[in-house]
């Protein structure tokens, strides 16, 4: 059964442009979480999302950010007009319910020049 | 939600036992204790949970008294490739509402 599945793993961008970062869950897991981890700090949580609906998205910047798990296919964090700042690496866990342990990609680091 | 603090960092040498105390003063009724390890370049890996006194798995062992109030993950017999960053987190069955909120973590460090 293969883990959390990230990709790309290393991601290169100049600023203004657009990220897509994607997240394919363990199987038969229906819950995706995205965490952000800034160079020297601890994981932040940015958003929560079960398949089609997005249920808790305190932790994601009010612009130039947005998530999506479609019905069919994997998780997708969209950075538009990407700035300096939003180097880090993004982490993707998934859980088959909402009470289950989170399991870990191996993030993508984003690098914005 | 409830806090976690631990040691920044820790220095141990092969072989030895570790035990990393985690204070949680304002654990809630229905929280959980859960451990977290991360290495460099990687995502977090689960490593071990609990409510209370006593949980131990094939990696570790979780020790949390009566008032819950602290918790202490022991590693037994640490070689080189348990270096890494040990997060505790507390919350209803592990995560709050989906949330894992992670502190800054305790980065060990095992020396030959």
């Known amino acids: 059964n293969a883990g959390v599945m990230q990709n790309p793993r290393h991601l290169v961008r100049r600023r203004g442009q657009e990220a897509r970062l994607r997240c394919s869950p363990m199987k038969g897991h229906s819950h995706v979480y995205w965490y952000r981890q800034l160079p020297e700090e601890g994981l932040k949580f940015m958003v929560y999302?079960?398949?089609?609906?997005?249920?808790?998205e305190s932790g994601m910047p009010k612009e130039r950010f947005s998530a999506e798990f479609p019905k069919e296919g994997p998780s997708i964090l969209r950075i538009q007009q990407v700035v300096r700042g939003d180097s880090a690496a993004y982490f993707c866990a998934s859980s088959p319910s909402l009470t289950d342990t989170q399991y870990f990609g191996p993030g993508t680091r984003l690098t914005v020049l | 939600l409830a806090k976690t603090t631990q040691p920044i960092s820790m220095d141990s040498y092969e072989g030895q036992e570790v035990n990393i105390t985690c204070s949680h003063n304002n654990i809630a009724t229905n929280d959980y204790i859960t451990w977290y390890q991360q290495f460099p370049s990687q995502g977090p890996r689960f490593i071990i949970q609990?409510?209370?006194t006593k949980v131990t798995n094939e990696v570790a062992s979780l020790f949390i008294p009566a008032d819950r109030k602290s918790s202490t993950l022991s590693l037994p017999r640490v070689s080189l490739s348990d270096t890494a960053v040990y997060y505790c987190l507390v919350g209803e069955a592990g995560n709050q509402g989906g949330k894992l909120i992670f502190g800054q973590g305790t980065e060990l460090s095992v020396k030959p």
């Open positions: 609990g409510y209370k």
């Open positions: 999302l079960q398949k089609e609906n997005i249920i808790d």
